[in-house]
């Protein structure tokens, strides 16, 4: 089952601009990670944040986290091209037999136009 | 730079027929998992492994659905009989650690498109 729930659906901007997505979840994490999936790939990790951190920043890359809220945000700045992909959450789950199980998101289509 | 590979890349059958997919992981991580996404939507957990042992196989249809990773290394995922709601992408991961706090490092995936 899906944990989070990402919004929007589909984000389409101009080269230079922001690109904001959001993530919402429904249980306690440890920590979320977001990923980016280029058409018909695999996914490769952008970021982790704790749930005891509430930003990080990683080059173009700025994630939120408000855990009494149970929300997240990537924000993209001056988004180029290339940063067309589909972008996932991924929640790692709080309390019991953790392993390591990620809960993935449906994703945000970003599109970047030159 | 160490990448998890994954064939075939993409495999068509018709329902019914058995098909397999292998991962080879990164050397030297431990956990691998398997995921199957299905079009629009995100990578779902099928089963992990932590060296050659099931951590979590409670997502997979084991009426059909078999994983193996006999020596802690490289590891098979099998469907029988494939089902035409099998058609989605298959993604094999990989990580160092058991715990959530590291990343993990994903194959290309295995399109299945079953007929």
């Known amino acids: 089952s899906q944990q989070g729930e990402e919004d929007p659906q589909a984000l389409s901007i101009q080269e230079g601009e922001n690109a904001t997505m959001n993530c919402s979840y429904k249980?306690?994490?440890?920590?979320l990670q977001w990923y980016r999936q280029n058409s018909g790939r695999g996914l490769v990790h952008l970021i982790l944040?704790?749930?005891?951190?509430r930003e990080k920043h990683s080059g173009r890359l700025r994630v939120t986290l408000d855990t009494s809220k149970k929300s997240s945000s990537l924000l993209i700045t001056a988004s180029r091209a290339a940063d067309t992909a589909s972008y996932f959450c991924?929640?790692?789950?709080?309390?019991?037999?953790?392993?390591?199980?990620?809960?993935f998101g449906q994703g945000t289509i970003l599109t970047v136009h030159p | 730079e160490a990448e998890v590979a994954q064939s075939p890349r993409y495999k068509i059958t018709e329902k019914s027929q058995a098909v397999a997919f292998w991962c080879d992981p990164i050397s030297g991580h431990a956990t691998l998992y398997w995921y199957r996404q299905i079009l629009g939507q995100g990578p779902e957990l099928l089963v992990q492994f932590q060296d050659e042992s099931v951590v979590d196989d409670s997502q997979l249809p084991k009426d059909r659905f078999s994983a193996e990773r006999l020596k802690g290394v490289d590891s098979t995922l099998k469907i029988q009989p494939a089902e035409l709601g099998d058609s989605a992408m298959y993604l094999c991961?990989?990580?160092?650690?058991?715990?959530?706090?590291?990343?993990?490092?994903f194959g290309p995936g295995t399109r299945l498109t079953v007929l």
């Open positions: 249980t306690s994490i440890n920590n």
């Open positions: 991961a990989s990580s160092p650690g058991t715990s959530g706090w590291n990343e993990q490092f």
């Open positions: 944040i704790r749930s005891n951190e």
């Open positions: 991924a929640t790692d789950g709080a309390g019991g037999t953790s392993y390591g199980k990620l809960t």
